[in-house]
Each structure stands twice: as structure tokens, then as C-alpha cells.
């Protein structure tokens, strides 16, 4: 097997307080998955030391002090694929993935805007090329149109950022949902990474 430096990066990031829930079982099979042919750096937000609120003086700068954050800062530059697994809450992901996105994805790391001093700036995507999954659990039943979580992480994260290739699987309706059909949505994890990597 190939060592670890020589294997492109992958970007497991799990977003839930539980720490034996479903969306736990469904990072780690996302890590397993991606084991087998990356590198993969694992963060449980939930469990790591970070604010994710941007403080005031950091907008300005367009640069973060943070040791912590400036560690995931370098994970994002480095990672080709993302995977994030987190529950639906109001629509969106939790708040404290959703200040990782404002913290992390920043000027310099996913996206930049280049241009002469005191003339208008074109916006440069800096991820692109990279591929980005998303696993989210709701208690909803499928909606008829779009799915909230997707146009967000799709259209106003990834697609923003030079990611055309994202793919997000909601697995709706998880509250009423049997043993078996968790454990068959946790074994059906790796064949969807698998597919988005061909």
C-alpha cells in the first residue's frame, strides 16, 4: 500500500454533538471509504477547540491569527475531495458548520478577488478541480422541490468556490426510519464516495 505522503488528501468533516449517533456511523464510513486511496484528515468539530465566530478585526485582514484555524486552513488548501456529514437543523446545517464555513472557506483558501488597487476585482475560484460530498440527516420527508441543504452547499458554497463536482445525499426522514434501513444507508456510504471519485 502506498504510504501516506505520496496519496492525494481527503477532508472528512463531521458536525454533530452526539458522539455514537448516525451521522458519527456515516463519517466514519465516509473515512474508511476514502481510505483506500487518499490521506484523510479527520475533524469532528464538536470534539476541537475552535470559535466559529469571526471576530471583528478579522474581516479586514482577510486573515485569521488562530492557530486552529489557520491549521484547517491549510487542510481545505491541501485536501482534493471534502466530505461533510451533519443533521439538518432549520434548513441548514448547525451553526458551529456553518461558522467553520465562514472561518475556514475564506480569501486565500477557497476563493480570491484579484485586481489593481481601487478598481473593481474579478473573483478567482480556488478550488477548482476538487470534488466535495455532503451526507445530511433530517427528520423531513423528501420535499417535492429542492432540497434546502443542497442549493446551499451546492449553489452558495461550492459553486462559489470552483467545486462543479459536489454531490449531497440527505437521508430524509430518519427519525421514523428502521435499524435496518440506517445500517443499509451506513453500507451504501462507501459506494457513493466511490462513484463520485470515478
Given at each position: ?70 491549521r ?39 476563493y ?17 478541480g ?43 426522514d ?11 444507508w ?11 471519485l470515478?
Amino acid at each position: 500500500m502506498p504510504n501516506n505522503d505520496t496519496l492525494p488528501r481527503a477532508l472528512v468533516v463531521l458536525c454533530h454533538p452526539n458522539r455514537t449517533g448516525f451521522n458519527q456511523a456515516v463519517a466514519e464510513a465516509a473515512r474508511q471509504a476514502l481510505a483506500a486511496t487518499h490521506a484523510v484528515d479527520f475533524l469532528d468539530l464538536y470534539r476541537e477547540d475552535f470559535d466559529p465566530v469571526i471576530p471583528a478585526a478579522e474581516l479586514p485582514r482577510k486573515f485569521s491569527f488562530d492557530t486552529t484555524t489557520q491549521r484547517y486552513n491549510d487542510l481545505v488548501k491541501n485536501a482534493s475531495v471534502y466530505v461533510f456529514a451533519h443533521p439538518d437543523w432549520w434548513g441548514g446545517p448547525p451553526a458551529l458548520l456553518k461558522g467553520f464555513v465562514d472561518r475556514v472557506f475564506r480569501p486565500g483558501v477557497a476563493y480570491e478577488f484579484e485586481g489593481y488597487e481601487f478598481l473593481s476585482k474579478k473573483k478567482s475560484a480556488l478550488l477548482k478541480g476538487k470534488k466535495a460530498l455532503v451526507f445530511t440527516t433530517t427528520d423531513y420527508p423528501a420535499p417535492e422541490g429542492d432540497d434546502p441543504s443542497a442549493v446551499i452547499w451546492k449553489k452558495n458554497v461550492f459553486d462559489y468556490c470552483g467545486i462543479h463536482d459536489a454531490r449531497v445525499h440527505t437521508f430524509y426522514d430518519t427519525f421514523n426510519s428502521s435499524f435496518e434501513a440506517r445500517h443499509a444507508w451506513i453500507e451504501n456510504v462507501g459506494e457513493k464516495i466511490a462513484a463520485a471519485l470515478r
